[in-house]
C-alpha cells in the first residue's frame, strides 16, 4: 500500500468530502456529519497504513507525490511523507475524526459550514505537513488561517469577533515576514543554479551567505515562534483558545501550533545551520521563558479553559527547547512531545468541551466529578498524568528526552567554554516538572475530587465518546511504555539534520572560518 | 518463561481486573484477585532467592529497547541481585500481608475495589523500582510509587484535606525527582550508560573530580531525601497519614518511603568516591533521626507519631549509608519494614476499634479490651525502641557502632544517633501508655463497641509481632548475603571488641532510661508533663508545629510563586504585552485610518489645497536636490 497514490489520496480525501457537502441539502439531517466523518476515517485508514508501513528507511520517492505547478517558478505541486513529518501526518488525521466524534451531537454539528470548514483544514494542514516545495507549504501555510479565522468568528464565544481578528492579524504578521524570506530563497537559487527553484531538497544545499541566512533565519523563526507560540509572542493564545469553540481550540493547540515546531525543523535549521547554531542559545532562552512563564501562570488560573492554555504554552516551550538543542536525543524527545501534547491537550480541552455539553457554562463550578462519572473522571485524569509527564506516558518519554539532550548538550558547550547560559536553561527547564505537577494536580483536584452534593444527573461517557477517547489514550501510553519502534521511523531523518548541525559546529570551531558578522554575542549572555 | 518480568507483572493484573472491572465482582473475589496476586509475586521472589542463594550470580532480563538513538540507549531490563533481593522480599512479603490485613479492615468502605486496584498499582510501581536494571526503569517505579501513594492518601477524596495531602506528597516529591534527574543527566554524562552495573563499574575505575562526584552524590541525595521524608523534604510525610492507615504502613512505612535507603545503596558506586556527599549523607541522616524522634514526642495523633518515628528510622539508615555501611542501612530497612508495619497496623487496628478516632488523648486504658493488639503493639515497640532480643535492637546497633567506628564517624554523629534512640523508646513508652494504660478517655457510646480486630487483621498482626521478635537474628547472614554488592569498609582494629560490647551497652542503657522517663511520667497523674511543657513553652511550641517547616514552604515559598502568578504575571506582564501587541497595533491603525479618512471631507476646496500642498512638497523637493 505504500505508493504515491495512497499520500496524493490522503490530501485529496478531505478536499473532495468537502466538496460534496454544499451538494446535499438536508437541514439536520446527519448525513453529512457521516459523510464527513467517512472522510475523515478513510484519511485516517491510509494515513495509519504509511505510518504502519513506513520503516524510516523507505525509499522517499516511493512516498511522494511530484507534479509541475507553476513551472516556470519551480513551484512543484509536492507532497511526500518523511520522517520529519510521519508523525504530524499521524496527529493530524487522528486528530480531526475525534474532533467531530466528541462534537456530534453539538448545534455545530448541525450546519454544513462546520463540517466544510474541519475538511478543508484538515486537507491544508496535512498539505502543510506534507508539502516538499516551500512555496506550497507556503500557500498551505496561509491557507490553514482561513478555516480556523471563519471557525473561531462563527461558532466562537461571546468575544469571537475580537479573539478571530486578534488571532489572524497576529499569525499573519509572522506570515509576511516569512513570505519574503520564501521569496529571497527563490532568488538566491535562481543567482545560484540558473532557474527559479522552491523544491526543499534544492534549497537545502545553496550556499546562502550569513546575512541571507540571518534573514530567512529571522522571518521562519518569527513566523514559527507566533505559531507555535513561544513567549514572548503568546498573546493571542488565552483569548484565541477561550473564544474558539471546543474544536477549534483542540486542533487549534492540538495541531496547528505544531506549524510552528515543524516549521523550526523543516525551514529554519536546515536552511540556516550556521546562523541556527549560533542563534540556538537565544532561541533556549526564549523556550525556557516559555516554560516557567506559561507553567506559573497555569498555577493561579481559576478557568479551567485558561489553565489549560497556559499549560500548552509551557509545553510548547519544551518542544521548541528540545529542536535547538540539536542532539539526537532532543529532538527525538520533541518529535515525541509534539505527538504527545498534541493528543493530551487535544484531549483535555475535548473532555472539558463533554463537560460543558452536559452542564452548560456551570461545568466551571464543577467538582467530585469521580462521582458523578467515573469514565470520565479516570479519562481525564489519564490525560493529566501525560501532561504531568509521568513515566509510562507518552509526557514522561519526550520531556525525558528532551532535558536529558538539552542536558548533555550544555554541559558540552560548558566544557568547551561556550558559556554556561544553555547549561542554566535546562536546568531551570527541570523545575518546569514540579510546577507542571502543581498546576495539573491543582486542576485535577478542582474538578475530580470533592463532595457531591447534589444530584446533577450527568451521563458519564457513552460509546462514541469512549471510542474517540481510545486511539487518543492509545497513543499517550504506547509512546510511554514502548517509544522504540517508533522512534526508528523518525531515525534517519534526526540524523541527517544533526549531522547538519554537528557538521556546522566543527566549521565554526576553526578560527579561519568563523563568520565575521556579530552573531557571538547570542551564546555569550 | 521469565521468571522475574512476573514478579511485577502478576500485581499489574491485579490492577487491571480491579481496576476495570472490580466494582462489578463481589468483593471476596475482589480480595482473592488482589491478595493473590501479589501472593504469587512473593512466591516467585522466593524461588529467584533460593536460585540466587545457591548460585550466587545476579539475574538478569533484558525485555526491550526502550528509546535508542545515538547518544542514548535505554533498555527496558530488570536484575535481581543481593540488594534487589532483599527489597524484593520485604516488598510482596510484607506487602501480601498488608493486603490481607486491608480485606478486613476495608471491609466496609464501599470504593474496595479501587482501593485494592491502587494497592496493586502501588506494588507494580514498587516492584519496577527495585528490579529494575537502569536509573530510568528505577525512576520510573519511582514517580509511579509517587503516584500511587497520591492516589492512597486521597482516596477518600470527598475530603479536601486528604486531597490536598495526597497533592502536598506528589509535589514535594517532584522537587526531589528533579534533583534525581539531574543527577542521572550528569552521571550520564561521564560513563555513558544509566545502567547500574555500567555506572558503579566506571566510577570504581576512573572518577571525574572529587567535585563532579560529590554533586553527583547531592543530587541524588537530594532525590532520596524527597522520597524518604528526610529534611529539608519531610514535611509530606506526616499529612500522608491521612490516607486509609493500611497505606500508611504499606507505602509510608514499609516500602516505598525506604526506597531513598534503597537509592543510596544501589548507586554505592559512586557515593564510595564522593566523601563530602557522604558527610552530608550521613549527618543529613543523623540531623533527622533527631528532629524525627523530638517531634514524634510531642504529637497526639497516633498515627502522626508513627510518621515521625518513621522519619527518624529512616534517618539512621540514611546515617549507616553516610557512613559507608550501606548493609546495616539495609538491615534497619529490613527489620523496620517488619516493626513498623506492624505498629501501624496495630495502630490501624485500634483506629477500627475505635470507629476512626486517632488522637490519643481520646483513648486510654485499651489493653484489656483489645488485648492482641496490644500485645503485638508492645513487641513491635519494644523491637523500635531498640530493647534486646527484638530485631530493631541489632540493626540500631549495627548502625551505631558504625558511626562510632567507621572512618568518618565519630563520637558526635553517634552521641546523636544515641539520644535519638533514647527519645525513641521514651515516645513509644509515651503512645503505649496513652494508648492502653491509664483512665479510659474513650467516649461511652464508642467504648460499647469496642472489638478486638477481625481474623484477618488479628492474624497478620501476630505474624508480624512474631518477626518483629525474631527477624534480627539473621544479623551476619543478611550483611554476608549482602557484601557481594555492598562491600563494606571493615572497622579497624580487633580491639575494638571491647568497644563495640561497651557502646551495646549504653544503646541498651539509654532504650532503658527512656521506656522508664516515660512511665515515671506518664503513668498516674500526668501533672509533671504539664509543667515541664509550660517550663520549656517556646521550644515546645517550635517542635510540635514541626520546626516551622510547613508555615515557611507554604507562608513563603507557595505564597511566593502564587503571588508572582497571580499579581505579576497575571495582571502586569500579561497585560503589558496585551497592550503592546495587541492593543497599541490596532489602537494605531484605528487612529490612522480615522486620520485618512476624516481627510475625505467630500469638500472640493479641501482637495484642491491637498494638490496644492503636494505641489509645494515636489517642487521643495525638487528644489533641494537640484
Given at each position: 500500500?505504500?505508493?504515491?497514490?495512497?499520500?496524493?489520496?490522503?490530501f485529496?480525501?478531505?478536499?473532495?468530502?468537502?466538496?460534496?457537502?454544499?451538494?446535499?441539502?438536508?437541514?439536520?439531517?446527519?448525513?453529512?456529519?457521516?459523510?464527513?466523518?467517512?472522510?475523515?476515517?478513510?484519511?485516517?485508514?491510509?494515513?495509519?497504513?504509511?505510518?504502519?508501513?513506513?520503516?524510516?528507511?523507505?525509499?522517499p520517492?516511493?512516498?511522494a507525490v511530484n507534479v509541475p505547478w507553476i513551472a516556470s517558478l519551480g513551484v512543484n505541486f509536492h507532497l511526500g511523507v518523511d520522517g520529519m513529518n510521519i508523525y504530524l501526518m499521524?496527529l493530524t488525521?487522528?486528530?480531526?475524526?475525534?474532533?467531530?466524534?466528541?462534537?456530534?451531537?453539538?448545534?455545530?454539528?448541525?450546519?454544513?459550514?462546520?463540517?466544510?470548514?474541519?475538511?478543508?483544514m484538515?486537507t491544508s494542514l496535512l498539505g502543510t505537513f506534507l508539502s516538499q516545495n516551500l512555496m506550497l507549504f507556503f500557500v498551505f501555510w496561509e491557507a490553514v488561517l482561513i478555516p480556523m479565522f471563519?471557525?473561531?468568528?462563527?461558532?466562537?464565544?461571546?468575544?469571537?469577533?475580537?479573539?478571530a481578528m486578534t488571532f489572524f492579524m497576529y499569525t499573519m504578521v509572522g506570515s509576511i515576514l516569512l513570505l519574503a524570506a520564501v521569496i529571497l530563497l527563490g532568488v538566491e537559487s535562481l543567482h545560484q543554479t540558473g532557474s527559479w527553484n522552491f523544491e526543499f531538497s534544492t534549497l537545502y544545499h545553496l550556499h546562502l551567505s550569513t546575512t541571507v541566512q540571518m534573514f530567512v533565519f529571522v522571518a521562519v523563526v518569527l513566523a514559527c515562534l507566533i505559531k507555535c507560540p513561544v513567549f514572548p509572542f503568546h498573546s493571542w493564545l488565552p483569548l484565541a483558545?477561550?473564544?474558539?469553540?471546543?474544536?477549534?481550540?483542540?486542533?487549534m493547540a492540538?495541531a496547528m501550533s505544531k506549524m510552528g515546531a515543524f516549521g523550526l525543523l523543516k525551514l529554519a535549521i536546515p536552511l540556516c545551520p550556521q546562523v541556527s547554531v549560533a542563534f540556538a542559545p537565544t532561541i533556549i532562552l526564549l523556550a525556557v521563558i516559555s516554560i516557567l512563564y506559561g507553567?506559573?501562570?497555569?498555577?493561579?488560573?481559576?478557568?479551567?479553559?485558561?489553565?489549560?492554555?497556559?499549560?500548552s504554552l509551557s509545553h510548547m516551550g519544551y518542544i521548541v527547547l528540545g529542536i535547538f538543542c540539536l542532539q539526537q536525543s532532543s529532538i527525538h524527545g520533541s518529535l515525541?512531545q509534539i505527538?504527545?501534547h498534541g493528543?493530551?491537550?487535544?484531549?483535555?480541552?475535548?473532555?472539558?468541551?463533554?463537560?460543558?455539553?452536559?452542564?452548560?457554562?456551570?461545568?466551571?463550578?464543577?467538582?467530585?466529578?469521580?462521582?458523578?462519572?467515573?469514565?470520565?473522571?479516570?479519562?481525564?485524569?489519564?490525560?493529566?498524568?501525560?501532561?504531568?509527564?509521568?513515566?509510562?506516558?507518552?509526557?514522561?518519554?519526550?520531556?525525558?528526552?528532551i532535558?536529558?539532550g538539552g542536558?548533555?548538550h550544555g554541559?558540552q558547550l560548558f566544557?568547551t567554554g561556550n558559556g554556561l547560559l544553555v547549561l542554566v536553561c535546562v536546568?531551570l527547564a527541570?523545575?518546569?516538572?514540579?510546577?507542571?505537577?502543581?498546576?495539573?494536580?491543582?486542576?485535577?483536584?478542582?474538578?475530580?475530587?470533592?463532595?457531591?452534593?447534589?444530584?446533577?444527573?450527568?451521563?458519564?461517557?457513552?460509546?462514541?465518546?469512549?471510542?474517540?477517547?481510545?486511539?487518543?489514550?492509545?497513543?499517550?501510553?504506547?509512546?510511554?511504555?514502548?517509544?522504540?519502534?517508533?522512534?526508528?521511523?523518525a531515525?534517519n531523518a534526526v540524523e541527517q539534520l544533526t549531522a547538519l548541525a554537528a557538521g556546522t559546529q566543527q566549521v565554526q570551531a576553526l578560527p579561519q572560518t568563523t563568520t565575521t558578522l556579530p552573531i557571538g554575542g547570542a551564546d555569550g549572555h | 518463561?521469565?521468571?522475574?518480568?512476573?514478579?511485577?507483572?502478576?500485581?499489574?493484573?491485579?490492577?487491571?481486573?480491579?481496576?476495570?472491572?472490580?466494582?462489578?465482582?463481589?468483593?471476596?473475589?475482589?480480595?482473592?484477585?488482589?491478595?493473590?496476586?501479589?501472593?504469587?509475586?512473593?512466591?516467585?521472589?522466593?524461588?529467584?532467592?533460593?536460585?540466587?542463594?545457591?548460585?550466587?550470580?545476579?539475574?538478569?532480563?533484558?525485555?526491550?529497547?526502550?528509546?535508542?538513538?545515538?547518544?542514548?540507549?535505554?533498555?527496558?531490563?530488570?536484575?535481581?541481585?543481593?540488594?534487589?533481593?532483599?527489597?524484593?522480599?520485604?516488598?510482596?512479603?510484607?506487602?501480601?500481608?498488608?493486603?490481607?490485613?486491608?480485606?478486613?479492615?476495608?471491609?466496609?468502605?464501599?470504593?474496595?475495589?479501587?482501593?485494592?486496584?491502587?494497592?496493586?498499582?502501588?506494588?507494580?510501581?514498587?516492584?519496577?523500582?527495585?528490579?529494575?536494571?537502569?536509573?530510568?526503569?528505577?525512576?520510573?517505579?519511582?514517580?509511579?510509587?509517587?503516584?500511587?501513594?497520591?492516589?492512597?492518601?486521597?482516596?477518600?477524596?470527598?475530603?479536601?484535606?486528604?486531597?490536598?495531602?495526597?497533592?502536598?506528597?506528589?509535589?514535594?516529591?517532584?522537587?526531589?525527582?528533579?534533583?534525581?534527574?539531574?543527577?542521572?543527566?550528569?552521571?550520564?554524562?561521564?560513563?555513558?550508560?544509566?545502567?547500574?552495573?555500567?555506572?558503579?563499574?566506571?566510577?570504581?575505575?576512573?572518577?571525574?573530580?572529587?567535585?563532579?562526584?560529590?554533586?553527583?552524590?547531592?543530587?541524588?541525595?537530594?532525590?532520596?531525601?524527597?522520597?524518604?521524608?528526610?529534611?529539608?523534604?519531610?514535611?509530606?510525610?506526616?499529612?500522608?497519614?491521612?490516607?486509609?492507615?493500611?497505606?500508611?504502613?504499606?507505602?509510608?512505612?514499609?516500602?516505598?518511603?525506604?526506597?531513598?535507603?534503597?537509592?543510596?545503596?544501589?548507586?554505592?558506586?559512586?557515593?564510595?568516591?564522593?566523601?563530602?556527599?557522604?558527610?552530608?549523607?550521613?549527618?543529613?541522616?543523623?540531623?533527622?533521626?533527631?528532629?524525627?524522634?523530638?517531634?514524634?514526642?510531642?504529637?497526639?495523633?497516633?498515627?502522626?507519631?508513627?510518621?515521625?518515628?518513621?522519619?527518624?528510622?529512616?534517618?539512621?539508615?540514611?546515617?549507616?549509608?553516610?557512613?559507608?555501611?550501606?548493609?546495616?542501612?539495609?538491615?534497619?530497612?529490613?527489620?523496620?519494614?517488619?516493626?513498623?508495619?506492624?505498629?501501624?497496623?496495630?495502630?490501624?487496628?485500634?483506629?477500627?476499634?475505635?470507629?476512626?478516632?486517632?488522637?490519643?488523648?481520646?483513648?486510654?486504658?485499651?489493653?484489656?479490651?483489645?488485648?492482641?493488639?496490644?500485645?503485638?503493639?508492645?513487641?513491635?515497640?519494644?523491637?523500635?525502641?531498640?530493647?534486646?532480643?527484638?530485631?530493631?535492637?541489632?540493626?540500631?546497633?549495627?548502625?551505631?557502632?558504625?558511626?562510632?567506628?567507621?572512618?568518618?564517624?565519630?563520637?558526635?554523629?553517634?552521641?546523636?544517633?544515641?539520644?535519638?534512640?533514647?527519645?525513641?523508646?521514651?515516645?513509644?513508652?509515651?503512645?503505649?501508655?496513652?494508648?492502653?494504660?491509664?483512665?479510659?478517655?474513650?467516649?461511652?457510646?464508642?467504648?460499647?463497641?469496642?472489638?478486638?480486630?477481625?481474623?484477618?487483621?488479628?492474624?497478620?498482626?501476630?505474624?508480624?509481632?512474631?518477626?518483629?521478635?525474631?527477624?534480627?537474628?539473621?544479623?551476619?547472614?543478611?550483611?554476608?548475603?549482602?557484601?557481594?554488592?555492598?562491600?563494606?569498609?571493615?572497622?579497624?582494629?580487633?580491639?575494638?571488641?571491647?568497644?563495640?560490647?561497651?557502646?551495646?551497652?549504653?544503646?541498651?542503657?539509654?532504650?532503658?532510661?527512656?521506656?522508664?522517663?516515660?512511665?515515671?511520667?506518664?503513668?498516674?497523674?500526668?501533672?509533671?508533663?504539664?509543667?515541664?511543657?509550660?517550663?520549656?513553652?517556646?521550644?515546645?511550641?517550635?517542635?510540635?508545629?514541626?520546626?516551622?517547616?510547613?508555615?515557611?514552604?507554604?507562608?513563603?515559598?507557595?505564597?511566593?510563586?502564587?503571588?508572582?502568578?497571580?499579581?505579576?504575571?497575571?495582571?502586569?506582564t500579561e497585560?503589558t504585552f496585551n497592550f503592546v501587541a495587541i492593543e497599541l497595533p490596532s489602537g494605531g491603525i484605528n487612529m490612522v485610518s480615522?486620520?485618512?479618512?476624516?481627510?475625505?471631507?467630500?469638500?472640493?476646496?479641501?482637495?484642491?489645497?491637498?494638490?496644492?500642498?503636494?505641489?509645494?512638497?515636489?517642487?521643495?523637493w525638487?528644489?533641494?536636490h537640484?
Open positions: 500500500m505504500l505508493n504515491p497514490t495512497t499520500v496524493l489520496a490522503l485529496v480525501l478531505p478536499l473532495a468530502f468537502a466538496l460534496i457537502l454544499p451538494v446535499m441539502t438536508e437541514r439536520g439531517s446527519v448525513l453529512p456529519r457521516i459523510v464527513t466523518m467517512v472522510g475523515m476515517l478513510g484519511v485516517l485508514a491510509l494515513s495509519v497504513t504509511i505510518f504502519v508501513g513506513y520503516d524510516g528507511s523507505t525509499d520517492q516511493l512516498l499521524l488525521s487522528l486528530l480531526f475524526p475525534v474532533v467531530l466524534a466528541c462534537t456530534w451531537k453539538t448545534a455545530h454539528a448541525d450546519k454544513k459550514l462546520y463540517l466544510g470548514l474541519l475538511l478543508i484538515e471563519i471557525l473561531i468568528l462563527t461558532f466562537g464565544g461571546e468575544n469571537r469577533r475580537k479573539a483558545y477561550y473564544e474558539a469553540p471546543a474544536a477549534g481550540t483542540a486542533l492540538g507553567a506559573v501562570l497555569a498555577l493561579r488560573q481559576q478557568d479551567f479553559k485558561k489553565l489549560i492554555a497556559y499549560s515525541f505527538l504527545s493528543v493530551a491537550v487535544a484531549g483535555l480541552f475535548l473532555m472539558l468541551d463533554l463537560l460543558e455539553q452536559r452542564l452548560g457554562a456551570s461545568y466551571k463550578q464543577l467538582n467530585a466529578l469521580s462521582i458523578y462519572a467515573p469514565r470520565l473522571a479516570v479519562t481525564l485524569m489519564l490525560f493529566i498524568l501525560a501532561s504531568v509527564a509521568l513515566p509510562l506516558t507518552s509526557g514522561f518519554t519526550s520531556e525525558f528526552l532535558l536529558f542536558f548533555q554541559l566544557n536546568i527541570c523545575s518546569g516538572m514540579v510546577l507542571g505537577a502543581g498546576y495539573m494536580l491543582r486542576f485535577a483536584r478542582a474538578i475530580l475530587y470533592g463532595k457531591a452534593n447534589e444530584e446533577i444527573g450527568m451521563k458519564d461517557m457513552n460509546l462514541r465518546e469512549t471510542i474517540a477517547f481510545v486511539p487518543l489514550l492509545a497513543i499517550v501510553v504506547i509512546i510511554g511504555i514502548w517509544p522504540y519502534p517508533v522512534m526508528i521511523k531515525q | 518463561m521469565n521468571h522475574l518480568m512476573l514478579i511485577p507483572l502478576l500485581p499489574l493484573v491485579g490492577f487491571l481486573i480491579n481496576g476495570l472491572i472490580g466494582s462489578r465482582l463481589p468483593r471476596w473475589l475482589v480480595s482473592v484477585i488482589a491478595c493473590g496476586l501479589p501472593a504469587a509475586a512473593f512466591a516467585l521472589t522466593i524461588g529467584a532467592f533460593t536460585l540466587l542463594r545457591t548460585t550466587g550470580t545476579p539475574i538478569a532480563e533484558t525485555l526491550f529497547t526502550w528509546v535508542g538513538a545515538a547518544d542514548i540507549k535505554v533498555d527496558v531490563a530488570l536484575y535481581f541481585d543481593q540488594v534487589s533481593a532483599v527489597m524484593c522480599l520485604v516488598v510482596t512479603g510484607v506487602g501480601t500481608l498488608i493486603h490481607i490485613y486491608s480485606a478486613g479492615y476495608m471491609s466496609h468502605d464501599k470504593s474496595f475495589a479501587r482501593y485494592f486496584a491502587y494497592l496493586n498499582l502501588f506494588l507494580f510501581f514498587m516492584l519496577t523500582l527495585v528490579l529494575g536494571k537502569n536509573l530510568i526503569m528505577l525512576f520510573a517505579g519511582w514517580e509511579g510509587v509517587g503516584l500511587a501513594s497520591y492516589l492512597l492518601i486521597g482516596f477518600w477524596f470527598e475530603d479536601r484535606e486528604k486531597t490536598n495531602a495526597g497533592l502536598k506528597a506528589f509535589v514535594v516529591n517532584r522537587v526531589g525527582d528533579t534533583g534525581f534527574v539531574l543527577a542521572a543527566f550528569l552521571i550520564f554524562y561521564f560513563t555513558k550508560t544509566l545502567d547500574f552495573q555500567g555506572i558503579n563499574g566506571y566510577f570504581a575505575a576512573t572518577q571525574p573530580s572529587l567535585l563532579i562526584m560529590n554533586t553527583i552524590g547531592i543530587l541524588l541525595l537530594f532525590g532520596a531525601c524527597g522520597k524518604s521524608a528526610q529534611i529539608p523534604l519531610h514535611v509530606w510525610l506526616p499529612d500522608a497519614m491521612a490516607g486509609p492507615t493500611p497505606v500508611s504502613a504499606l507505602i509510608h512505612a514499609a516500602t516505598m518511603v525506604t526506597a531513598g535507603v534503597y537509592l543510596l545503596s544501589r548507586m554505592s558506586g559512586v557515593f564510595l568516591h564522593a566523601p563530602l556527599a557522604m558527610d552530608v549523607v550521613a549527618w543529613g541522616g543523623a540531623l533527622t533521626a533527631f528532629v524525627g524522634a523530638t517531634m514524634g514526642i510531642t504529637q497526639y495523633n497516633i498515627k502522626k507519631v508513627l510518621a515521625y518515628s518513621t522519619m527518624s528510622q529512616i534517618g539512621y539508615m540514611f546515617m549507616a549509608c553516610g557512613l559507608g555501611a550501606f548493609d546495616a542501612g539495609m538491615f534497619h530497612l529490613y527489620t523496620h519494614a517488619l516493626f513498623k508495619a506492624c505498629l501501624f497496623l496495630g495502630a490501624g487496628a485500634i483506629i477500627h476499634a475505635l470507629h476512626g478516632e486517632e488522637d490519643m488523648r481520646k483513648m486510654g486504658g485499651l489493653w484489656r479490651k483489645i488485648p492482641l493488639t496490644f500485645g503485638t503493639f508492645l513487641f513491635a515497640s519494644l523491637a523500635l525502641s531498640g530493647v534486646p532480643p527484638f530485631a530493631g535492637f541489632f540493626s540500631k546497633d549495627e548502625i551505631l557502632w558504625n558511626a562510632w567506628s567507621a572512618p568518618n564517624g565519630s563520637p558526635a554523629i553517634w552521641a546523636i544517633g544515641w539520644i535519638a534512640a533514647g527519645m525513641t523508646a521514651f515516645y513509644m513508652t509515651r503512645a503505649i501508655i496513652m494508648t492502653f494504660f491509664g483512665e479510659s478517655n474513650v467516649p461511652e457510646k464508642v467504648e460499647a463497641g469496642i472489638h478486638e480486630a477481625p481474623f484477618s487483621m488479628a492474624s497478620v498482626l501476630v505474624i508480624l509481632a512474631a518477626l518483629s521478635l525474631v527477624g534480627g537474628f539473621i544479623g551476619t547472614r543478611f550483611t554476608g548475603f549482602l557484601s557481594p554488592v555492598l562491600g563494606h569498609p571493615v572497622a579497624e582494629g580487633a580491639a575494638a571488641g571491647g568497644m563495640e560490647h561497651i557502646l551495646m551497652g549504653a544503646s541498651v542503657a539509654i532504650a532503658a532510661c527512656g521506656i522508664l522517663l516515660g512511665c515515671f511520667l506518664y503513668l498516674g497523674k500526668r501533672t509533671l508533663v504539664e509543667k515541664i511543657r509550660d517550663a520549656v513553652g517556646p521550644i515546645y511550641r517550635l517542635v510540635s508545629n514541626g520546626y516551622y517547616f510547613d508555615a515557611f514552604y507554604y507562608k513563603v515559598v507557595v505564597r511566593c510563586v502564587d503571588w508572582v502568578s497571580e499579581s505579576v504575571l497575571a495582571k502586569v497585560t480615522r486620520l485618512f479618512s476624516s481627510l475625505q471631507t467630500g469638500n472640493v476646496q479641501a482637495y484642491v489645497l491637498y494638490v496644492l500642498l503636494g505641489l509645494a512638497l515636489i517642487l521643495w525638487g528644489v533641494a537640484a
